[in-house]
C-alpha cells in the first residue's frame, strides 16, 4: 500500500513528465509492476522456503528493517563524539559504505536487469517513459534504503541540533546517496570495462561474500575497538590529505550550517566540494562511463549461468588432483562418484559459494575478538595471556563452524532438478554417495583450513598442541557426519534453497552441544597428555563407527525433493 503512495507522489510531476514524452498511465503501471516484483524478490539471507506457492510481500521492507537498526547505530556516533564536525564525517562515511554495499550486494540484479528489453520494449511503450521508469525505479529503491539508514540520525538533529541543522542534515542525506550511487555505478561500469560477463558475475557474488564478513566482523569488533577518547583532540582540519574523502565535505555542510563565524576557508572550500560534485560525478558517469554499457548488460544477460561445462573428469590443474584424490580416498564407483560430484559443483554454483565461503572468515573474527578484544589489558598483556593459555583449542573447535555450514548447504542448490540422475542410475546404495559427499567436504574444505590453523598453533605453542590437533580434528570429524545424520537429509545438490527444517530444531540443539561440551572439557583436561592421547583414540573409533552407519544411509531415510 506504501508504495502506492510513492507512485501518486511522483506522479504528482505527471505535467512534467508529459512535457518529456512519457506516458503517466504507462508509468504507473510499469512502477507498480517493478516495486511489486522488488517486494517479491528473495534475498540471498531469506530463509522462506523458495518452492512455496505463497506469495512473499515484504522481502524489500525487511530490507529496510534491517538497515534501520543500522542507522539507529551510526546514530549514536551522532551523540558519542563530541566534536560535531568529527561525528558527522564517521557517521556519513559509514552511511556511504553500507548504502553501497547494500547497493551492490542486494540490488545487483535489477541494477543490471535488461529482462525489460524483452518485455517492455516490443510493447507500444516511447523510449522516454521506459527511460524515466528505470531511472524512477532505482531512484525510488535507492531512497528507501537511504530513508531507512538516515532516520534515526535525521530525527536525532532535529531534536538536538534544530531546525536549521536538520534541513541541512536533510541536504547531507541527499548528496551522501547521490555519491554512492555514483560509487556504486563507478565500480560496475569500471568492472564491466576490464572483465568479461562471466568475471562480472563472479565479482559480484565474491563482493555478497565481502560484504557479509564486513558486516559480521563490524557487529563483533567496533564496539570495542571504537573508543571515543581516541577522538578526543583531534583536529580534522589538521590533516589536508584527508580532504580527498566526501564525507569530510559533507560534514563540512554541517559545520557551515552550525558554526558559520567560526568556519574556516577550507571549511567553506570542503562545502562547495560537496554541492558540486554530485553533478560533476553524474557527467562523469553519462559522458566517460556510460558509452557501451547497454551491450554489457546484453552481454551478461546472454551468458549462461556459469558459462562453461565442466566435465567430469574437472579442467586444469583440478582435474589431475581431484582425481587422484578420488582413487585414494574413494576408491568405490559409486562413492567415487559422489565425491567428485560434490567437489565439482561446489566450485561451480555460486549460492553455495556465497553461502559457504563467508564461514571461513568467522574463525579468525571470533578468535581475536575473544583473544584480544574481549579481553582487558594492554596489548603486550593480552598477548602475553593468549600465548600462556589454551585459547588455540578454542580456534581448533570453532573450526567445525565450517564443516556445519558446508554440510548445511551442500545438498541445496537452485537447480535441484537436475538431480534425477539419481533415480535413474541401477544403485541402491544412496548412503555410498553420502559417504563421497562427506569425504569431499572434509578433503576440500575442512581439512586445509584446519591444517592452517594447526600450522600456525604449532608455530606459536609449540609441538606441545600436536595431540591437541588430533583430538580437536577427530571431535570434528564425528561432528560433521552428527550434522550430515540428523540435519542433511539429501545427496549432493538435490534439494530446493531453504527448504524446511521444522521439526529438527532439538535436533540440531543437540549435536550443536557436543562439540561445545567436548571443546570445554578439552580445555580444561589439556594439562593432561595422557588423557588427551586416549580421547583421541576413542573418538578416533567413534569417527569410524559413526561413518560407517551414516555410508549405509537408505532411500527410505533421505529426503527427496519434490
Known amino acids: 500500500m506504501f508504495n502506492r503512495y510513492i507512485i501518486n507522489f511522483i506522479l504528482l510531476f505527471k505535467p512534467l513528465f508529459v512535457r518529456f514524452g512519457v ?8 512502477l507498480n509492476v517493478k516495486m511489486k516484483m522488488d517486494d517479491r524478490r528473495p534475498k540471498f539471507y531469506s530463509q522462506h522456503k523458495q518452492t512455496q506457492k505463497k506469495e512473499v510481500n515484504n522481502t524489500s521492507w525487511l530490507t529496510m528493517f ?6 539507529l547505530f551510526l546514530a549514536f556516533m551522532l551523540i558519542m563524539v563530541k566534536q560535531p564536525y568529527i561525528g558527522h564525517t564517521v557517521y556519513f562515511s559509514a552511511f556511504m ?18 529482462r525489460d528489453n524483452y518485455i517492455i520494449l516490443p510493447r507500444p511503450v516511447s523510449d522516454s517513459t521506459f527511460t524515466v521508469s528505470r531511472i524512477l525505479h532505482i ?40 555519491l554512492s550511487i555514483f560509487l556504486v555505478n563507478i565500480i560496475y ?22 560484504f557479509s564478513v564486513l558486516i559480521f566482523a563490524a557487529y563483533y569488533m567496533l564496539p570495542r575497538l571504537m573508543s571515543m577518547s581516541m577522538l578526543e583532540g583531534f583536529e580534522l582540519l589538521n590533516y589536508p590529505f584527508l580532504g580527498v574523502l566526501p564525507p569530510v565535505w559533507i560534514a563540512s555542510l554541517h559545520e557551515l550550517a552550525v558554526h558559520f563565524r567560526s568556519a574556516t576557508s577550507l ?12 553533478v560533476i560525478s553524474l557527467i562523469f558517469v553519462v559522458k566517460v562511463l556510460a558509452p557501451g554499457f547497454n551491450q554489457k548488460l546484453l552481454a551478461i544477460s546472454s551468458s549462461g549461468e556459469e558459462g562453461t561445462v565442466i566435465s567430469s573428469e574437472g579442467q586444469g590443474a583440478s582435474k589431475g588432483l581431484m582425481n587422484s584424490i578420488a582413487k585414494r580416498i574413494a576408491p568405490d564407483p559409486i562413492e567415487n562418484a559422489g565425491f567428485k560430484i560434490t567437489w565439482l559443483l561446489s ?21 581475536v575478538y575473544f583473544g584480544f578484544i574481549n579481553v582487558k589489558g594492554s596489548l603486550s598483556e593480552r598477548w602475553h595471556q593468549l600465548m600462556t593459555g589454551n585459547l588455540y583449542i578454542l580456534a581448533l573447535y570453532l573450526t567445525s563452524l565450517i564443516l556445519t555450514t558446508v554440510m548445511q548447504h551442500v545438498s541445496m542448490t537452485e537447480k535441484y532438478k537436475a538431480s534425477w540422475i539419481y533415480f535413474t542410475t541401477p544403485h541402491q546404495q544412496p548412503g555410498k554417495i553420502l559417504a563421497g559427499m562427506f569425504k569431499a567436504v572434509i578433503i576440500k574444505f575442512y581439512l586445509p583450513y584446519f591444517t592452517v590453523v594447526s600450522v600456525l598453533s604449532v608455530l606459536f605453542w609449540g609441538p606441545k598442541v600436536v595431540n591437541d590437533l588430533l583430538l580437536a580434528f577427530m571431535v570434528g570429524i564425528v561432528f560433521g557426519i552428527l550434522v550430515a545424520l540428523f540435519q542433511v537429509k539429501g545427496l549432493p545438490f538435490s534439494q530446493p534453497v531453504n527448504i524446511k527444517k521444522g521439526g529438527k530444531i532439538f535436533k540440531t540443539f543437540g549435536v550443536m552441544l557436543l562439540p561445545m561440551a567436548l571443546g570445554f572439557l578439552h580445555y580444561y583436561t589439556a594439562r593432561w597428555e595422557w588423557a588427551i592421547w586416549i580421547a583421541v583414540v576413542i573418538m578416533t573409533f567413534m569417527a569410524w563407527l559413526s561413518f560407517s552407519f551414516y555410508r549405509k544411509e537408505t532411500w527410505e531415510s533421505l529426503e527427496l525433493a519434490d
Open 23 to 30: 506516458d503517466p498511465v504507462q508509468l504507473r503501471i510499469i
Open 66 to 71: 534491517f538497515l534501520a537498526l543500522t542507522g
Open 97 to 114: 559504505v553500507m548504502l553501497s554495499i547494500t547497493l551492490i550486494s542486494d540490488f545487483t540484479s535489477v541494477l543490471i536487469d535488461v
Open 139 to 178: 531512484g525510488i529503491h535507492t531512497a528507501k534504503m537511504a530513508l531507512a539508514l538516515s532516520i534515526s540520525g535525521l530525527i536525532l538533529t532535529f531534536i538536538l541540533q534544530g531546525v536549521i541543522a536538520g534541513l541541512v542534515f536533510m541536504l547531507e542525506i541527499f548528496i551522501g546517496t547521490i
Open 189 to 210: 561500469l569500471v568492472v564491466l570495462k576490464l572483465t568479461s560477463p562471466q568475471k562480472f558475475k563472479d565479482f559480484i557474488s565474491y563482493f555478497q561474500i565481502v
Open 267 to 278: 571549511t567553506l572550500f570542503y562545502s562547495v566540494l560537496a554541492l558540486v560534485a554530485p
Open 347 to 367: 566450485s561451480r554454483y555460486r549460492d553455495f559459494k556465497v553461502k559457504v565461503y563467508p564461514s571461513f572468515a568467522f574463525v579468525p573474527v571470533y578468535f
